[in-house]
């Protein structure tokens, strides 16, 4: 009975591998993850990344619907609205344009609110930051007939030949989207995004939650027109 239960003891028992063995093995485990293995879990972190930030775009755009709803004027609270969208996007600068016409049929955009990141409002010029710059000057809208099918334009300024005075874009920046705002299905302006210290993409994820925060802001638009309509009539 004693030489039976030596044998069941020794029979579960299995050696330890070799001390090099032992610190051998992880490292064989990492060779064998294949580029194509490394590649989804690459593309499964960014879509993760992707969808945080887009439910703090959607969060954002909540705040600022609020905003908007309570504010007697839309234009009073646009810059909070512009910095809150413009922190959930990870950008550092947006703005808000109307559409204009200019003497001969010309289309502009035009400025209407703007905020920067404060951490790289230093970086403004004084011409910028006293309120004389060039960007309070309509600006040509080289994209309107995207912008007024409504879709979105992404792109990096520094690779587009002829850039200069086009569109809302800031020369600062490396990557900018552009998103239109429809009012009663009228193009009626824009909100731009631009980041000044890196190329990067702007997924369709995120894009379409910008369209979103930019659909709030005609809404209140819209509300504010109807208002003075009314008003008008009376």
């Excluded at 587009?160 to 874009?169: G, R």
């Excluded at 009228?186 to 930019?214: C, P």
């Amino acid at each position: 009975n004693a030489s039976a239960t030596r044998t069941t003891a020794c029979s579960t028992t299995r050696p330890s591998p070799p001390e090099n063995q032992a610190q051998k093995q992880p490292i064989s485990m990492a060779m064998s993850i294949s580029p194509a293995g490394l590649a989804a879990a690459a593309e499964g972190i960014l879509n993760t990344q992707y969808l945080q930030q887009r439910e703090r775009l959607l969060g954002a755009s909540a705040q600022a619907s609020r905003l908007l709803l309570e504010a007697p004027h839309a234009m009073d609270v646009m810059p909070e609205v512009l910095r809150l969208l413009g922190e959930a996007a990870q950008v550092d600068r947006t703005a808000l344009a109307f559409a204009e016409l200019g003497p001969n049929g010309e289309k502009w955009l035009k400025i209407q609110a703007e905020w920067i990141n404060e951490s790289l409002s230093d970086t403004c010029c004084e011409a910028e930051c006293d309120g004389t710059d060039p960007w309070n000057e309509p600006r040509s809208d080289r994209f309107c007939n995207m912008l007024q099918a409504g879709k979105s334009v992404v792109f990096c300024p520094e690779a587009q030949q002829h850039f200069d005075n086009a569109s809302i874009t800031s020369d600062k920046a490396r990557t900018s989207a552009i998103v239109p705002i429809l009012v009663d299905g009228e193009y009626v302006g824009v909100i731009g995004f631009d980041d000044w210290q890196r190329v990067r993409e702007f997924d369709s994820s995120i894009v379409s939650a910008l369209e979103i925060a930019a659909g709030l802001v005609g809404a209140a638009l819209h509300r504010e027109r109807l208002v003075v309509t009314v008003r008008r009539e009376r």
